[in-house]
T-cell receptor
Framework: GDSVTQMEGPVTLSEEAFLTINCTYT??????LFWYVQYPGEGLQLLLK?????DKGSNKGFEATYRKETTSFHLEKGSVQVSDSAVYFC?????????????FGKGTTLSVSS | EPEVTQTPSHQVTQMGQEVILRCVPI?????FYWYRQILGQKVEFLVS????????KSEIFDDQFSVERPDGSNFTLKIRSTKLEDSAMYFC???????????FGSGTRLTVV
């Protein structure tokens, strides 16, 4: 079945460091890909998305490119801040319609220190 | 910004008891969902609900689970006879008809003792 694999955490960085969180997926067809973020005590928030190959999603300085050839959707940020400390989830949705389930990775905890 | 509201934030229940988790989706949303996350594991899809019926459910969503939209604002998840392995964070989400449009609530942490 469809699945998402993320790098294990926690990831610990100093402020202004470069961030990469790896995500690869297995799916039939052409899924849509997402990154969600969960700040402490809050719900899951959509960070960015990409719906077709070579699309780049971006938001708040974060970027991820949908790479069909490597079935990857790695999250990157050039300079992290303490406020970026959170859990990051990679997810896919196989069908392009509302009501279809999201399939999540296990999540990667990012901790940024000043 | 509109929010999905879940209550309670934390619930402790005894094994074998029934529990109802409550959610208030965003008012103009049409699709409703429940997900759960067992500590340290993946966020897993349980069920989606549209037009007063279940549109999709996972293998996890067996006969001990049920969902209901009892009025125009609430969306509930009932677990009939809780087991220790039901201990998890339960997330409610809602979306408009347009894709992807998911908004998640903050979750209810259910602890079964």
């Amino acid at each position: 079945g469809d699945s998402v694999t993320q790098m294990e955490g926690p990831v610990t960085l100093s402020e202004e460091a470069f961030l990469t969180i790896n995500c690869t997926y297995t799916a039939t067809g052409y899924p849509s890909l997402f990154w969600y973020v969960q700040y402490p005590g809050e719900g899951l928030q959509l960070l960015l998305k990409a719906t077709k190959a070579d699309d780049k999603g971006s938001n708040k300085g974060f970027e991820a490119t949908y790479r069909k050839e490597t079935t990857s959707f790695h999250l990157e940020k050039g300079s992290v801040q303490v406020s970026d400390s959170a859990v990051y989830f990679c997810a896919l949705r196989a069908l392009h319609q509302a009501g279809t389930a999201l399939i999540f990775g296990k999540g990667t905890t990012l901790s940024v220190s000043s | 910004e509109p929010e999905v509201t879940q209550t309670p934030s934390h619930q402790v229940t005894q094994m074998g008891q029934e529990v109802i988790l409550r959610c208030v989706p965003i008012s103009n949303h049409l699709y409703f969902y429940w997900y759960r996350q067992i500590l340290g594991q993946k966020v897993e899809f349980l069920v989606s609900f549209y037009n007063n019926e279940i549109s999709e459910k996972s293998e996890i969503f067996d006969d001990q689970f049920s969902v209901e939209r009892p009025d125009g604002s609430n969306f509930t998840l009932k677990i009939r006879s809780t087991k220790l392995e039901d201990s998890a964070m339960y997330f409610c989400a809602s979306s408009e008809a347009s894709y992807p449009g998911y908004t998640f609530g903050s979750g209810t942490r259910l602890t079964v003792v």
